[in-house]
């Protein structure tokens, strides 16, 4: 089995990295007629395009910040960031192989069976955030008056944004599109309730927060997604336990898996296992990536988008006003 591990110690950069791993992991795929395989390879293709011709970031970070203009407008009394990234090669490779385990998983917990691979296609195509833009906003406590909920506050500007940008971004060249997701947001505007996945709501695991919209750029035929949270649910994201699962907890799920789906039932899920396994394993201090370098799993200096992904923009609006009521 090929893995993304077997190419991170020779000193290449990230896009030479790209194009072997894919490179072996479609003639590999061919080989032995996995359609998986080939899917993920075509994801990784995705990944070395928008490296190599990233040119169009400008203009779709200056059509962003209009949006961060309108905010600054409408908004003035809020604090808020901007921030873009292009995904990361690891963290583009371990959401990859998750989904891959996680549907499986809970496909054969359902049903007892497992899914076909078109089905499995299907959930790895989805995959829409290899450019992501995050909006972060709070609430300055100046602003607060004796016996206000500072949390319910802010939810009501977030959800009021949310139901700004759909229609803000398309303007612009940016189409919405359907989340397919079942569950619903109670809290967005209905007009835009089915683009939406809303983990406030639905938070996901170690309480993850955020909601989510995924646009596909008319201009550079791309797909971006857009986040936005509270300063204190990015900070759980980061900092928190949604950035830093407990190890134990997070092998706790990983072993109920293999235990519930034996080696050898289906293949891409013991494929995707290891894969993810090889990920969570790696010792960052020893790999040799170019422009990357790592004392350890928590002190890593990232020049290349290698681990933290590579960022676009950052802006930034600190309230300016310490008195006014809202």
Excluded: W
């Excluded at 998986?36 to 293709?45: E, F, G, K």
């Excluded at 900070?235 to 134990?248: F, M, R, S, T, V």
Aim: proline residues 3%.
């Amino acid at each position: 089995m090929i893995s993304l591990n077997d190419y991170l110690y020779n000193g290449d950069t990230v896009v030479k990295i790209l194009h072997c791993y894919s490179r072996d992991l479609k003639q590999s795929a061919i080989e032995n007629n996995n359609g998986i395989d080939l899917a993920h390879s075509n994801l990784l293709l995705l990944m070395i395009d928008l490296l190599e011709h990233n040119d169009f970031l400008t203009a779709q970070s200056q059509k962003i910040r209009e949006f961060y203009r309108y905010m600054a407008d409408r908004y003035p009394f809020l604090a808020f960031t901007f921030k873009g990234r292009i995904k990361s090669l690891i963290r583009l490779e371990e959401k990859i192989n998750g989904k891959i385990v996680e549907y499986i998983y809970d496909y054969h917990c359902k049903t007892g069976g497992y899914p076909s691979e078109a089905e499995i296609k299907d959930r790895i195509g989805r995959i829409k955030d290899f450019i992501a833009y995050r909006i972060v906003l709070s609430l300055p406590k100046c602003h607060l008056q004796l016996g206000d909920d500072k949390y319910e506050m802010e939810l009501e500007y977030l959800y009021e944004i949310a139901d700004a940008l759909p229609d803000f971004l398309e303007e612009r060249g940016f189409k919405p599109e359907i989340s397919g997701l079942e569950t619903i947001s109670s809290r967005v505007a209905d007009p835009y309730k089915q683009y939406y996945r809303d983990y406030i709501e639905n938070p996901g695991d170690n309480d993850y927060r955020s909601l989510h919209i995924a646009f596909f750029d008319n201009t550079s035929r791309s797909n971006i997604e857009v986040q936005i949270r509270t300063k204190e649910m990015d900070d759980n994201a980061e900092i928190g336990l949604a950035n830093h699962p407990g190890y134990e907890k997070t092998q706790e799920n990983e072993r109920a898996r293999r235990e519930e789906i034996p080696v050898g039932e289906n293949k891409y899920f013991d494929d995707a296992y290891e894969r993810g396994m090889l990920l969570q394993k790696l010792d960052l201090s020893k790999v040799d990536v170019n422009m990357f370098g790592a004392v350890d799993n928590n002190m890593v200096n990232d020049g290349c988008g290698f681990y933290r992904g590579r960022l676009i923009l950052p802006y930034e609006h600190l309230s300016r006003f310490q008195n006014d009521l809202i």
